[in-house]
T-cell receptor, first 117, second 110 residues
Framework: KAGVTQTPRYLIKTRGQQVTLSCSPISGHRSVSWYQQTPGQGLQFLFEYFSETQRNKGNFPGRFSGRQFSNSRSEMNVSTLELGDSALYLC????????????????FGPGTRLTVT | AQTVTQSQPEMSVQEAETVTLSCTYDTSENNYYLFWYKQPPSRQMILVIRQEAYKQQNATENRFSVNFQKAAKSFSLKISDSQLGDTAMYFCALNEKLTFGTGTRLTIIP
């Protein structure tokens, strides 16, 4: 099976702009989670989608939003970009809800490196 | 609130030695899962090992094993016979709210 893919791999934006990142999960996986990775903060959970519905949400402002399509592909949007949004954004897919009690294994993509200038 | 703490930002060991990475966590749940993930330089994050909280037996995967102390909320990772390919960032994680620690950068010295 093909792994998790993320596009684009690299992105440079300026403050105030908005950006959309895309994630294609492993075939058959219904859950997609998004994380922000920065050197000082490690990985911080953004949200998890399952069957087109947001099931879990981290502590990020409303500028960060996402959605999931019927084919399980997911997009993440960040509006009004700030310098502090510069980070590696990771997407992970799993067969079921990763944040649930049974906790399915997550498979990570290579990430999208976003630089905000 | 759930938290995961990795107190060792960086570690280095000689090849073939054994190294232990520390992790403590806090959760109000009684049933939960703990994970160690590995992120090699410029490569994708992969799962190393997982532990179910209700299982008393420590998980083992080849050279990787954990020391799970539920009462102390401690979950350390032991790597035996370390290899150059073990050089990576290692993240401890808790399934509740998908909480990750800040990571330990491990370098294996030839």
């Amino acid at each position: 099976k093909a792994g998790v893919t993320q596009t684009p791999r690299y992105l440079i934006k300026t403050r105030g702009q908005q950006v959309t990142l895309s994630c294609s999960p492993i075939s058959g996986h219904r859950s997609v989670s998004w994380y922000q990775q920065t050197p000082g903060q490690g990985l911080q959970f953004l949200f998890e989608y399952f069957s087109e519905t947001q099931r879990n949400k981290g502590n990020f402002p409303g500028r960060f939003s996402g959605r999931q399509f019927s084919n399980s592909r997911s997009e993440m949007n960040v509006s009004t970009l700030e310098l502090g949004d510069s980070a590696l954004y990771l997407c992970a897919s799993s067969e079921g809800l990763a944040g649930a009690l049974l906790s399915y294994e997550q498979y990570f993509g290579p990430g999208t490196r976003l630089t905000v200038t | 609130a759930q938290t995961v703490t990795q107190s060792q930002p960086e570690m280095s060991v000689q090849e073939a030695e054994t190294v232990t990475l520390s992790c403590t966590y806090d959760t109000s749940e009684n049933n939960y899962y703990l994970f160690w993930y590995k992120q090699p330089p410029s490569r994708q994050m992969i799962l190393v090992i997982r532990q179910e909280a209700y299982k008393q037996q420590n998980a083992t995967e080849n050279r990787f094993s954990v020391n799970f102390q539920k009462a102390a909320k401690s979950f350390s990772l032991k790597i035996s016979d370390s290899q150059l390919g073990d050089t990576a960032m290692y993240f401890c994680a808790l399934n509740e709210k998908l909480t990750f620690g800040t990571g330990t950068r491990l370098t294996i010295i030839p």
